[in-house]
């Protein structure tokens, strides 16, 4: 029997180190279910997400859909700080992704607990261990460390951590400086985010090892706290490097304590150049880098992940991705030569309110990679949308035909919008003529653009236009950005039919007299000659609506004969006579006709009331004054107990 035991235990002992020694990164988030405070307690949702290697941690089509959890059952335990109200909670997660290429699972789990109000304290997912093929942290163990903080803060609500988003594990090219910026984003919009290096020393914010075996893991590589960027330059080929960072939160630029601290842990993977054309895949399509997607609880969610290959001869054989709970994603389409795509499926439920990150990458026949392409879907929050224009005083300006020198546009959003977050977010001018871009504006920065309430604007230093052609305008994702959290963007317009304007063209407009042949009848009618009067209400294009009235006159001709020649002689005269002049007056004429008389009407008004005021007002205070003064109020009363007495005699 003990001897059955102690293999049982060995037994047991070797599948568990053989279950965690092929740990890939992870992160732990949270927020406040709702951030008013209310009584001595709140509850708090945490976000648990960790990778581990595919080929020990299985994860498929069919656990995803079941929502089969995966992973690790460590304990997450609280490590520092006031942990009176922390009850422990394990780390496996629901599966959301894999990659078989890659050879990695990833799973993702919400828990919610009910916290003290007013304490800080920190909670660490601590196991063991790291993998063996390491630059740095070889077979080492992990730490993943988050602060919770419950302080009131100093707007007066619960604050929400920072969330962190990126693929768990990123190829790059090795003897090439790489740059890489990590997704951040906090439900407090208006919170400051800066990243720094997790470190062992127990002197940090968590006063605790934040990053176990793998600290400093990319040797030389730098970090640019206010951006969340690394510069790095990998060396050897086939080997990971483990970045271990902390991103916090402060309440504005002057705070120097952050009001939390979250864990992002995840591998570069160096590999080396293949031979010939090395160029890596790009992800490109209707979203952005880094663009932020308004996404009502319970709607359906159908995006697009195009990516382009970058050498000819190859295709695209794999998307890496990290995922909400519950998304789906299609087989790999090639809709074109060197275009391939999935199409992302999703219905987000209520605990995923807030900023739910979605990243990708595309993995080539050669296995090169693209850059990590991230979006942030806003749950619970809508998205502006540029209204189509449907009428010349409608939702934009101008449509129609204008002039050639006309400079200023506008258009009208759902909701109030702002400038986006990021540069090279375009509205396009376009001549359909040529098919070819006018103009171009960054919406991230120029000035020729502006934005107020629910309208944007642009204004042209210089009209560009030329006459007799038409234009149309194309939008990029994020032209209309909202102003909640991460600015919840606009889908791209790329129709060119959507605003449409043309330039006026006067030689097309002029009125013509044309001279027409007499008839064998000797009869001539000639055409009719149009008078135009100019109405200036009934356009905001530019070019005025004109009122047109029509004479015509009929001229006979006569034959004369002689006895000793015949001759024939026809003449043709053409009068044309046009009618009264009308005297027209428009509704800005009886403006100002009637405003002298309005202003004398006024002055006669006020000077007549204003005395009369002053005797009514003066003659009820009087009155006011002798009704309410306490000497005759008192007069009165001694009178009327005199009568009194009087009475009773």
């Given amino acids: 029997m003990t001897i059955s035991r102690l293999l049982f235990v060995f037994l047991f002992l070797r599948v568990s180190i053989i279950h965690t020694s092929h740990f890939r990164g992870g992160t732990i988030t949270w927020r406040p279910l709702n951030n008013t405070p209310s009584g001595s307690t709140v509850d708090i949702q945490i976000r648990q997400r960790y990778s581990w290697r595919r080929s020990s941690v299985a994860c498929t089509d069919t656990t ?35 990659s078989g290429g890659l050879d990695v699972s990833s799973g993702e789990k919400y828990v919610t607990k009910t916290i003290t109000l007013g304490i800080p304290f920190s909670i660490a997912f601590v196991s063991s261990a790291w993998f063996a093929n390491l630059v740095i942290g070889a077979n080492s163990g992990w730490n993943i460390v988050n602060r919770i903080n419950t302080v009131i803060r100093p707007d007066g609500y619960i604050n929400a951590s920072p969330v962190a ?30 990243c720094r290096w997790s470190t062992s020393s127990t002197s940090n914010y968590n006063s605790y090892n934040e990053c176990g075996g793998v600290c400093s893991g990319v040797p030389g590589a730098l ?20 970045v271990a960072l902390q991103i916090e939160d402060y309440y504005n630029n002057v705070s120097t304590t952050p009001m939390s601290s979250v864990p992002l842990q ?22 952005p880098n880094r663009a932020c997607i308004g ?6 969610v159908s995006e697009y992940v195009i990516a382009q290959i970058g050498c000819s001869g190859k295709t695209i054989i794999d998307f890496t991705s990290s995922s909400p709970v519950g998304m789906t994603k299609s087989t790999i389409q090639n809709p074109s030569t060197g275009i391939y795509q999935i199409v992302l499926s999703w219905i987000p439920t209520s605990d995923q309110y807030g900023p739910q990150g979605f990243c990708a990458g595309a993995v080539d026949s050669t296995n090169v990679q693209s850059e990590q392409w991230c979006i942030t879907f806003l749950v619970g929050f809508e998205s502006p949308s540029i209204i189509r224009p449907t009428a010349v005083q409608g939702s ?3 449509i129609g035909t204008i002039f050639q020198s006309h400079t200023t546009f506008s258009i009208q959003t759902t909701r109030s919008v702002s400038r986006p977050t ?10 359909s003529t040529t098919n070819t871009i006018v103009q171009s504006y960054d919406c991230g920065w120029q000035s020729e653009v502006t934005y107020t309430g629910y309208t944007i604007v642009i204004r042209f230093p210089t009209a560009p236009w030329i006459v007799g052609h038409s234009y149309y305008v194309m939008f990029d994702s994020g032209v209309a950005s909202g102003t909640e959290f991460c600015g919840p963007e606009s889908a791209p317009i790329t129709d060119p039919s959507f605003w449409v304007f043309d330039i006026w063209n006067p030689g097309h407009s002029s009125t013509t007299t044309t001279t027409t042949t007499p008839p064998t009848t000797k009869t001539v009618t000639t055409r009719p000659i149009s008078t135009t009067s100019v109405n200036t209400l009934l356009t905001t294009t530019g070019i005025v ?11 006979t001709t006569s034959s004369t004969s002689t006895s000793t020649t015949t001759t024939t002689t026809d003449t043709t005269t053409t009068t044309t006579t046009t009618g009264p002049a009308v005297n027209v007056m428009y509704p800005k004429d009886m403006e100002k006709a009637c405003q002298q008389p309005v202003i004398i009407m006024n002055t006669v008004s006020m000077l007549v009331m204003v005395p009369v005021q002053a005797i009514g007002m003066f003659v009820c205070f009087s009155k006011f004054a002798t009704m309410f003064d306490p000497s005759k109020i008192q007069a009165k009363k001694r009178h009327a107990q005199r009568l009194k007495k009087l009475n009773q005699r």
């Fill in 396 to 398: 934009a300006s101008p």
């Fill in 422 to 431: 990021r540069n090279g977010t375009y509205i396009h001018f376009k001549d």
């Fill in 545 to 555: 609506i004109s009122s047109t009235s029509t004479h015509s006159t009929t001229t």
């Fill in 165 to 194: 988003t990126t693929l768990p594990v990123i190829y790059k090219a090795i003897n090439q400086q790489h740059v890489h910026i990590v997704q951040i984003s906090d439900f407090d919009g208006g919170d400051i985010l800066k």
């Fill in 266 to 287: 995840f591998l570069f993977y160096g590999y080396a150049v293949p031979s010939g054309c090395s160029t890596p895949p790009s992800i490109i399509g209707n979203r």
């Fill in 295 to 300: 996404t009502p609880i319970g709607s359906t």
């Fill in 64 to 98: 995803i859909a079941n929502r089969v959890l995966i992973g690790d059952n460590t304990a997450v335990n609280c490590v520092t700080g006031t942990c009176s109200s922390w009850s422990s909670m394990t780390t496996n997660t629901y599966c959301t992704d894999y």
């Fill in 223 to 242: 970090l640019y706290s206010n951006n969340c960027t690394l510069v790095f330059t990998l060396t050897q080929a086939a080997v990971y490097a483990a």
